[in-house]
């Protein structure tokens, strides 16, 4: 992907990134005619600074990785095959895999998170990708404001942090239809996906399957939860 070529809002947005991280894109293949150009971050330590991300991984920038859960779910999207227009909203969407397959499928998404310059690097990702149908928002789930409500939900490695998971609940309670979807995806070896997923059974009747994305140095098993509210 040339920079060169991104339209003049969003090559202004780029240059201005790169003033302050080293970038480069990462083409991300969906289906045999479908890619994603996602700009990410090529030297971690700029961001990381000294933190040990596995002493504290509270402090772990999620947001700097295309994690695996998150190609898993975007390629799901590919193969869910939503119709043109469906309302999709992704959480803590980070580089936004998800949420921009399900655009560059023809529904009309938004993307949320919690620093503008994550929303930053999403918005480049969206022009890269050449997709129009996508909205950046601001999300904090301690304090959201009021929202409208979405088909499908979506969110990857969201699940990481205990004390997020009632502000969370209240995120879905508030932004999903009466007839919508939630698709979660995480590793499965992350421990904090069954205790999420007993507090939500309350309100949502919950399905999983496992899925394995396959690559060179490991392959990874990812769990694929659907949520749909109970009647």
Not at 191 to 203: C, D, Q, R, T
Request: glycine content about 6%; proline content about 6%.
């Amino acid at each position: 992907m040339d920079p060169q070529t991104l339209p003049a809002e969003a090559r202004q947005l780029y240059q201005s990134i790169t003033k302050q991280y080293t970038v480069g894109f990462e083409s991300l293949k969906l289906a045999s005619d479908l890619h994603l150009h996602l700009l990410k971050i090529t030297d971690l330590e700029q961001v990381l600074a000294g933190k040990d991300p596995l002493k504290n991984p509270s402090e772990f920038p999620f947001w700097i990785r295309l994690w695996e859960a998150a190609i898993v779910l975007a390629r799901f999207m590919v193969t869910l095959s939503p119709a043109r227009g469906t309302t999709v909203l992704e959480l803590g969407a980070g580089l936004g895999a998800p949420g921009l397959a399900a655009a560059a499928l023809g529904c009309d998404v938004t993307l949320s998170d919690y620093e503008q310059v994550i929303l930053d690097f999403e918005r480049v990702s969206g022009a890269a990708s050449g997709l129009l149908n996508v909205e950046y928002h601001m999300l904090d789930w301690l304090h959201p404001p009021e929202m409208e409500r979405y088909d499908i939900i979506l969110g990857a490695e969201v699940l990481f942090r205990e004390e997020f998971f009632h502000p969370l609940l209240g995120i879905l309670r508030k932004a999903v239809k009466p007839d919508g979807v939630i698709y979660l995806a995480h590793d499965l070896k992350r421990k904090s996906v069954n205790p999420f997923l007993h507090l939500a059974e309350k309100e949502y009747k919950i399905s999983a399957s496992k899925r394995v994305l396959r690559s060179l140095e490991e392959d990874k098993e990812i769990l694929l939860t659907r949520l749909t509210p109970r009647g």
